[in-house]
T-cell receptor, first 108, second 116 residues
Framework: DAKTTQPTSMDCAEGRAANLPCNHS???????VYWYRQIHSQGPQYIIH???NNETNEMASLIITEDRKSSTLILPHATLRDTAVYYC?????????FGPGTRLSVLP | EAGVVQSPRYKIIEKKQPVAFWCNPI?????LYWYRQNLGQGPELLIR????????DSQLPKDRFSAERLKGVDSTLKIQPAELGDSAVYLC??????????????FGPGTRLTVT
């Protein structure tokens, strides 16, 4: 039970924004939403996390709906190097469960 | 700052043979994780350590898998004997737990195990 659902795959044109959705409709009030990505043959890399408010860092922005049942990871200007599997996961003080993620392909 | 270090990066063994993986977490990180990742799937937690204590090993196949984290720093994961189905990437991660909330995890590059 991954506790989050994501599309299996998405394409995005280079230079355009990539918007990756995640559904976490059963999220508890104190659970954070975390995003990781995994580039081929590497370990997963932390991207961003949030609780209620939208968050932004040098890699991405995280938009969480007001009811917290879903969120969207935004890569504002996707590059070829952003091609990876993106994992959305949730948790607080307990282990996170990783589903199969979304395979994002950035196309030239 | 050095990241999570794992060795070896690749290992090929015959079934029924033993194998061991080593992990050195980021300095100061008190929580260490071992994951297994099968092709096309997300990482699956095997065991989690807080300092030297294994606090969650519910997903570790204890008949053949064992792990240790002596002195609460580096860790070793062992499989004996290995089976064909153990072929996977074994990932180590570490994080800093503070105030009951576990911070983001930092992963090593993994060890790709092939059992023939």
């Amino acid at each position: 039970d991954a506790k989050t659902t994501q599309p299996t795959s998405m394409d995005c044109a280079e230079g355009r924004a990539a918007n990756l959705p995640c559904n976490h409709s059963t999220i508890s009030g104190n659970e954070y939403v975390y995003w990781y990505r995994q580039i081929h043959s590497q370990g997963p890399q932390y991207i961003i996390h949030g609780l209620k408010n939208n968050e932004t860092n040098e890699m991405a922005s995280l938009i969480i709906t007001e009811d917290r049942k879903s969120s969207t990871l935004i890569l504002p200007h996707a590059t070829l190097r952003d091609t990876a599997v993106y994992y959305c996961t949730r948790g607080y003080g307990q282990n996170f469960v990783f589903g199969p993620g979304t395979r994002l392909s950035v196309l030239p | 700052e050095a990241g999570v270090v794992q060795s070896p990066r690749y290992k090929i063994i015959e079934k029924k043979q033993p194998v061991a993986f080593w992990c050195n977490p980021i300095s100061g990180h008190n929580t260490l994780y071992w994951y297994r990742q099968n092709l096309g799937q997300g990482p699956e937690l095997l065991i989690r350590y807080e300092n030297e204590e294994a606090v969650d090993d519910s997903q570790l196949p204890k008949d053949r898998f064992s792990a240790e984290r002596l002195k609460g720093v580096d860790s070793t994961l062992k499989i004996q004997p290995a089976e064909l189905g153990d072929s996977a990437v074994y990932l180590c991660a570490s994080s800093l737990e503070a105030h009951g909330r576990r911070d983001e995890q930092y992963f090593g590059p993994g060890t790709r195990l092939t059992v023939t």
